[in-house]
């Protein structure tokens, strides 16, 4: 079965613009969570989705925001682009979202702000 | 607050040798233990797992170990291989949707 998708691979965007992302999950996966990873800082959550409701939000400005459609597809959005917002953003999917359900990962994107 | 954490950001080891990553954690409340793979340009792998109720799991050449009176995990490679060359990160969860990864280490393994 086809895996997560993300779209696009790489964006260069300018400081101030705003950026929206795609995922989408694995066929019959209902929980997309996004992760910002940067050189030296792993992965940091950014927020899980499931049926279209956000569960749990991790420590990012509001700028960052997102949504999930019906079809479990999944945008996340980060407005007024600042230079530290350059990092790979990667999109996972589940079917559950919990920790004890294994997380398929996209191949990420990313994200250059000069 | 980083409370998964990779002290050591590279490890190199000979092919045939045991890899032996290393993963610190601050919350008591975590309930399972992941580690994944990740190679350049994709995106992390599930390697292996492990509940808060046990103490091993072994899957093939890999194996993780959990100490929770030292809230400390570690994930042995035997034996290492050219393939095994990656980037692993620890992961922890509390099953509220939302995991915490630590900042990973790269294992180089030498012919």
């Known amino acids: 079965k086809a895996g997560v998708t993300q779209t696009p691979r790489y964006l260069i965007k300018t400081r101030g613009q705003q950026v929206t992302l795609s995922c989408s999950p694995i066929?019959?996966?209902?929980?997309v969570s996004w992760y910002q990873q940067t050189p030296g800082q792993g992965l940091q959550f950014l927020f899980e989705y499931f049926s279209e409701t956000q569960r749990n939000k991790g420590n990012f400005p509001g700028r960052f925001s997102g949504r999930q459609f019906s079809n479990s597809r999944s945008e996340m959005n980060v407005s007024t682009l600042e230079l530290g917002d350059s990092a790979l953003y990667l999109c996972?999917?589940?079917?559950?979202?919990?920790?004890?359900?294994?997380?398929?990962f996209g191949p990420g994107t990313r994200l250059t702000v000069t | 607050d980083q409370q998964v954490k990779q002290n050591s950001p590279s490890l190199s080891v000979q092919e045939g040798r045991i890899s032996i990553l290393n993963c610190d954690y601050t919350?008591?409340?975590?309930?399972?233990f992941l580690w994944y793979k990740k190679y350049p340009a994709e995106g992390p792998t599930f390697l292996i797992s492990i509940s808060s109720i046990k103490d091993k799991n072994e899957d093939g050449r890999f194996t993780v170990f959990l100490n929770k009176s030292a809230k400390h995990l570690s994930l042995h490679i035997v034996p290492s291989q050219p393939g095994d060359s990656a980037v692993y990160f620890c992961?922890?969860?509390?099953?509220?949707?939302?995991?915490?990864f630590g900042a990973g280490t790269t294992v180089t393994v030498r012919a």
């Open positions: 066929s019959g996966h209902r929980s």
């Open positions: 919350n008591s409340m975590f309930d399972y």
């Open positions: 996972a999917s589940s079917l559950d979202g919990r920790s004890s359900y294994e997380q398929y």
């Open positions: 992961a922890a969860g509390l099953n509220d949707y939302k995991l915490s």
